[in-house]
């Protein structure tokens, strides 16, 4: 199994408001998926997110914890995406710093 992807997204808006704003984008990102995956999935344990999203045979979850100045993920990528994983990680980096500077 490929090594897990993992990155870190600081934030200075303390640990209530940024689960409050991923909160609201997930939302927006549900949307975004549901036009080609079968299954996308989320709960909450206290200030951890665990997601699993279907798409097109292919399995990644994950989950993403909500620090004081930090947000934390880690997501198991099937082997084929997990070539891709640096563009993967660009992206899900940068629209995770998008949702916590939204005002």
């Known amino acids: 199994m490929p090594k897990p992807?993992?990155?870190s997204i600081p934030h200075s808006l303390?640990?209530?408001?940024a689960k409050r704003r991923l909160v609201?984008?997930?939302g927006e990102v549900r949307?975004?998926?549901?036009?080609f995956a079968a299954s996308v999935e989320e709960s909450w344990t206290d200030d951890r997110l665990n997601f699993r999203?279907?798409?097109l045979a292919q399995t990644i979850a994950g989950h993403i914890d909500v620090l004081d100045d930090s947000v934390e993920m880690e997501v198991q990528l099937p082997w084929a995406l997990a070539l891709l994983a640096e563009k993967i990680k660009h992206k899900v980096s940068r629209?995770?710093?998008?949702?916590?500077?939204?005002?």
Not at 14 to 17: L, M, T
Not at 31 to 35: C, E, G, W, Y
Not at 95 to 103: C, D, R, S, Y
């Open 95 to 103: 629209q995770g710093t998008l949702m916590l500077e939204k005002k």
């Open 53 to 55: 999203v279907v798409a």
């Open 14 to 17: 303390g640990r209530a408001e």
């Open 31 to 35: 949307t975004r998926l549901s036009a």
């Open 5 to 7: 992807l993992t990155l």
């Open 24 to 26: 609201d984008g997930m």
